[in-house]
């Protein structure tokens, strides 16, 4: 999410109608190092607040004073003069003062001129709170994921290889068969295996910017364990921040299940027998207000996708795949381990690894979210992994382990929605293919069709232009 969070943030500081903005995020996704980054970029000087180190300053922000705010930061706590028109203020773990959220629209209003960045890791149960009075249409926010595949292969020094991922066209493009490459988007055999090989070291590494920084560092996957493991104790010490002394042990018993969970639709028996649903229902919605852990949606898949949600149905990943791997206790997976491994955790990776990349898809300025699909009823149940929005439409997303994996629950939301394309995800060279297949419907068979994207694991940036690629052709023929 960096790169594209940098460009926001370009925007965002040349704006005419400029308001301090708010970053919110998971802990440890590189919050403050972007902040910082980008000041740098800037030329800016940077004064920066952390209010877990300053709680005092929650008195001075009660007072919804900017000017005596400043003071008391200049003199205070001895930061650099703010007055200066080359500053940029950033106050960091803004939640523990929810009096600094609602001071930020008089910052707005008095000091427009004065570029104020804030952030924060548990900021949704500042904003959760009964009592808030959010300063509506006075502050922009916007949502920090780990970094993206594609920023990772440009942290590792491979930007190369983004670059020819940008390049590829996929349309115009022909079905001579069952299965037909790309036209125009040949992908060399050796390219398709480096990027595999990057592929696997993500799954092992994952995204959190400390765990990629230390790879980089040393150029070893193993010497991120320890990092990725210090992430984890961080985000069960944060328990006690959000959470009553009787809901610590819930939190851990959830938070433990993930390492063999994630992915699976919820059933609250499985995770515990010593607690309610209602206790665990409670655990879950805590820690994806943390943003710990990414809740994936059941909805009927009707545009708009998220006017249609079953509230109680929900799959739940956590916020990134070198996490799960490491508190899953896998080892480092071989290709074709990738999507094809033995069940159990093993077989979720790929979907982890689709999952935290659709979740954050819609850009850095939208609310994250994820959805899925899944139908019961008397012509069996059926399961589509991912949906995705383009332009009004909604697409269906499987992730399969290669071009022979079984599509029924695909024909079937193609029949039941009337949906004429389809994306699948594999460790395959990208490919389309027009699928048409008999559904049986009640006591009925029935004819569907689709066009159906293959991409590499690897692609899941690329998808979006692809479709809309594919769909600007179909509209011309």
């Not at 206790?279 to 943003?291: D, N, P, R, Y």
């Not at 990943?317 to 033995?342: C, H, M, P, Q, Y």
Request: proline share 4%.
């Amino acid at each position: 999410m960096e790169r594209y969070a940098e460009k926001y943030l370009e925007d965002w500081f040349h704006s005419m109608h400029r308001k301090p903005l708010i970053i919110r995020g998971a802990r440890q996704v590189g919050k403050t190092e972007l902040v910082r980054r980008f000041t740098q970029k800037k030329g800016l000087s940077l004064v920066e607040v952390n209010l877990e180190r300053y709680p005092h300053l929650d008195e001075e922000f009660a007072t919804m004073n900017p000017d005596r705010i400043l003071r008391e930061i200049e003199i205070g706590i001895g930061k650099a003069a703010i007055a200066d028109k080359n500053v940029l203020l950033f106050i960091d773990e803004i939640q523990s003062s929810p009096a600094a959220i609602q001071c930020l629209r008089y910052f707005f209003e008095e000091k427009p001129s004065l570029p104020v960045i804030a952030a924060g890791s548990l900021i949704e149960f500042a904003l959760a709170r009964e009592s808030f009075s959010m300063p509506v249409g006075r502050v922009d926010y916007c949502w920090l994921g780990p970094m993206t595949f594609q920023e990772y292969l440009v942290a590792i020094g491979k930007e190369h290889l983004t670059k020819y991922l940008s390049e590829i066209v996929f349309a115009p493009y022909s079905v001579t068969g069952d299965i037909s490459p790309l036209s125009q988007t040949y992908i060399s055999q050796t390219v398709h295996e480096e990027l595999i090989a990057r592929l696997r070291d993500y799954f092992y590494i994952g995204g959190m910017p400390e765990a990629v920084k230390r790879y980089v560092d040393t150029g070893s996957p193993k010497s991120v364990d320890s990092v990725l493991h210090q992430i984890i104790q961080t985000y069960m010490d944060d328990f006690g921040k959000y959470a009553k002394d009787t809901a610590f042990g819930r939190l851990q018993t959830v938070f433990d299940f993930m390492g063999t969970g994630a992915g699976k639709k919820i059933k609250y028996i499985n995770v515990s027998s010593e607690y309610k649903s209602k206790q665990l229902e409670e655990a879950f919605q805590l820690l994806s207000m943390a943003q710990v852990i990414i809740k994936v949606k059941n909805c009927k898949a009707v545009y708009p996708i998220n006017a249609h949600i079953h509230e109680k149905g929900y799959r739940p990943f956590l916020v990134d795949i070198g996490l799960l791997r490491n508190l899953s206790g896998i080892e480092k997976l071989s290709k074709d381990e990738l999507v094809t491994a033995a069940s159990g955790t093993r077989g979720i990776m790929a979907e982890q690894f689709i999952c935290q990349h659709f979740h954050f898809i819609r850009g850095f300025a939208q609310k994250p979210s994820t959805y899925y699909w899944y139908n019961s009823g008397n012509n069996r149940n059926a399961e589509i992994d991912f949906l995705l929005t383009h332009e009004e439409q909604v697409i269906p997303v499987e992730v399969k382990a290669g071009k022979s994996g079984t599509l029924k629950s695909l024909h079937q939301i193609c029949f039941q929605k009337g949906f004429t394309y389809a994306v699948r995800f594999d460790v395959n060279p990208p490919s389309i293919q027009k699928v048409t297949v008999i559904v049986r419907h009640g006591n009925t068979n029935h004819s569907v069709g689709c066009i159906l994207l293959s991409l590499p694991l690897y692609m899941v940036e690329q998808v979006k232009t692809a479709l809309a690629q594919i769909k600007e052709h179909d509209k011309l023929q």
